[in-house]
């Protein structure tokens, strides 16, 4: 208490220098005068700095959205403290240690926590009509001064550090973050305000109608199973033909683009706006030694350090990570995010809470295990540069790095290949609802909060969010990026996985189907029909594929129940449509799984798409227990372990040699290759560099 006594006394005295005072609601007004050295010049003249590195962060400077202080930061070009020490010298203002005197939290309510977190500030104190407030962007200060309340009055400026300030709002409000985590996206589309009584009531209801069923009428049972796995597998199968032949079309155009520009009959569109800082939030549960391997993966990135913001989402009940995380040394790009405990502990939840701690308007999700294409994050940054405004996600396609394990492995890499190559991108081709992906998603930051981010009860919450964005009237995109990670090799996990999606979907339906109208007229008859077939008859299939299997005993001339129902129907040819229909149906999947690993990547696996016919009647395991935990335990996230394939080689940080030109390397962040191409660009910008901050 004394010190904050002595501190205030200060701040009432005029012997105090201070940054700008600024009144609310009026235009900005600096009363107190700064140093106009450049913070540059500040830096050598203390000799904190070595003009050589000053050079190169002020020739990044030139083409990336990112402070002077971030860039010198992230390159170990300056120590925090002598960089403090600057700032303070060249805005003329104190800086404030929040963890000895921390901040009002009624002026951190009055602005609002939100506010606080996203521009790295918080109110400190409000002493005789003047409101201090603390913030870690002072050449932002008089742009935020208007979005401060007006009750504020005057307002004058102290500094401290990004971290400081996300410290001392978490301090005064986590419980406040945990639950707008918990309820951020509304009721009436969350899973959260789902009735279980009735849910419970309703699937036992349906049990034994279906049982009493069998044993009183099973031949009208069996007819009404079979029309409706039939009627959804012919819808599937129109879907797929439309996606398919949509991404064959978008192939072509790209193709001739592609000729167009090699022949010189186009120009390649440049990206003329600065580089983005993008944030990454990688949610993390009982990773014991993942650390190193992420820190080797994603270490291979070739995006610049400063704009990279690569936030680790962590349980803080997770002992298990977390210490696994307290032992490795973390780049200054890579930080930590804790999630405190509560009643649920599930994927989205911990992407809401975090999502308040990145500080890039671009926000990305990776899987722990994901290994990412070194050039991923400059896709991303040209994608939404030319992308339509309303494009408010890009997906990525997920692929993996170990098909050769074992045939399960194989087996499991295909589909994924068919669903990011054949049926998300077919989604995004036809202008449907994409479900998306749970990793290597981009978002647009401002679009991802309108819609209010992930349902913290979902299990599928990438599904269901892709549902979201296309009813607000926004597009998801698909990315031509691959990132990969360990394919499921074994049986229980595979089936723990499918049997969380599939839970998901018919939990994600459910949700969106409770008013069918408000959906219609949200989505439109295309895409409300195409959500029916993607999430309600894709569950369908695999709970009623033992209906469908039986029918194969008809091809052999063997008997079956429905046999003389269906020897009268369609003019007496109604098996042999049937026959045909599954036969075609095989025909599709083998082609579409076919052209999806055609690439020199997965060639290999071409002999083993056949087998594909094996694989999918697992799904059936996983759709019952998928039904059983909807109504016992719906919440109930079965994390799906990793680290059965060791990548460990694949995973360690490269050593390249050093490069005529590795000098630079540490300045663009890529290969020797790409820093040349860079250098040249950039080659035009060197004349300008006399200004020095």
Known sequence: MAGISALTKSLQSDSLPLGPETRSGGDARVVSERDLRPLGQILIEDGAIDPRNLLKALVMRQRQSARLGEILLANGWVDEQALARALARQWRASIIDLGEMPPD???VDAAGVTLCLAEGMVPWRRVGGVTFVATARPEAFAALVRRLPEQFGTVRMLLCSENAAREAVLKQRRTTLI?????????PESCRTRNERRTARLALGLGVLTMAGLLLQPLAVIAVL??????????????KVASFAAILRRTGRKRAVEEALLQGQMVRREMNAPLPVISVMVPMFAEADIADR?????????????????????????RITCEALERARLPRWMRIVKVPDGPIRTKPRALNYALNFCRGQIIGVWDAEDRPEPDQLHKVARGFHFAAPDVACLQGVLDYYNPRTNWLARAFTIEYAAWFRGTLAGAAALDLVVPLGGTTLFFRRDLLEKVGGWDAWNVTEDADLGVRLTRRGYRTEMLDTVTHEEANCRLLPWIKQRSRWLKGFAMTWGVHMRDPIGLWRDLGARRFVALQVQLAASVSQYLLAPVLWSFWLLSFGLPHPVRDMLDGGLGGHAISMLVAVFILSELLNITVAAWAVR??????????VPTMHLYFPLGCLAGWKAIWEVVTKPFYWDKTQHGVFDAAEEDAPAKPSAP??????????????RTAA????????????????
């Open 105 to 107: 939290p009624r002026l």
């Open 179 to 187: 639950r707008q985590a918990e309820l951020r996206v509304p009721g």
């Open 226 to 239: 079979t029309f409706w796995a039939t009627l959804t597998l012919v819808a599937s199968m129109i879907l």
């Open 294 to 318: 992420l820190i080797g993966r994603l270490s291979r990135l070739d995006y610049p350090r400063e704009l990279m913001d690569i936030v680790l989402v962590v349980e803080e009940t997770d």
């Open 599 to 608: 690439g020199s990547a997965h060639r290999h696996l071409l002999p083993w």
């Open 660 to 673: 005529p030109n590795a000098a630079l390397l540490p300045v663009f962040g890529g290969t020797p290759a």
């Open 678 to 693: 860079r250098t040249a660009a950039m080659g035009e910008m060197v004349p300008v560099l006399g200004k020095v901050g």
